[in-house]
Nanobody, 126 residues
Framework: QVQLVESGGGLVQAGGSLRLSCAASGRTFSTYIMGWFRQAPGKEREIVAAITWSGASTTYADSVKGRFTISRDNAKNTLYLQLNSLKPEDTAVYYC???????????????????WGQGTQVTVSS
């Protein structure tokens, strides 16, 4: 069992930056694939980025490539998402999630993530 708590969201102007954090409980954090997802009003939840247990492999949605960076610190049981060059269309609730027993191929698959945080709101004004 893993409990996830996101923080770092807020209101920022277009072009600005934020850093989201996700604190995980449990001793098995370092064995999980971790992902960031987002959900805007009236839209489905979508993958933003994911990272393997070691951090060696990452994947990003095309819409955020070159602007967002996912990372993790297994010693601190913490997942991060650096958001740069923010756009109004990045406005959403951002969720971190944990996928046990996954592979590089399953990293983008929402249904493979078993544990979810409560979300943190990111609002980008134009």
């Amino acid at each position: 069992q893993v409990q996830l708590v996101e923080s770092g969201g807020g209101l920022v102007q277009a072009g600005g930056s934020l850093r989201l954090s996700c604190a995980a409980s449990g001793r098995t954090f370092s064995t999980y694939i971790m992902g960031w997802f987002r959900q805007a009003p009236g839209k489905e939840r979508e993958i933003v980025a994911a990272i393997t247990w070691s951090g060696a492999s990452t994947t990003y949605a095309d819409s955020v490539k070159g602007r967002f960076t996912i990372s993790r610190d297994n010693a601190k049981n913490t997942l991060y998402l650096q958001l740069n060059s923010l756009k109004p269309e990045d406005t959403a609730v951002y969720y971190c999630a944990a996928q046990p027993g996954g592979t590089i191929q399953t990293m983008p698959l929402l249904l493979r993530y078993h544990y979810w945080g409560q979300g943190t709101q990111v609002t980008v004004s134009s």
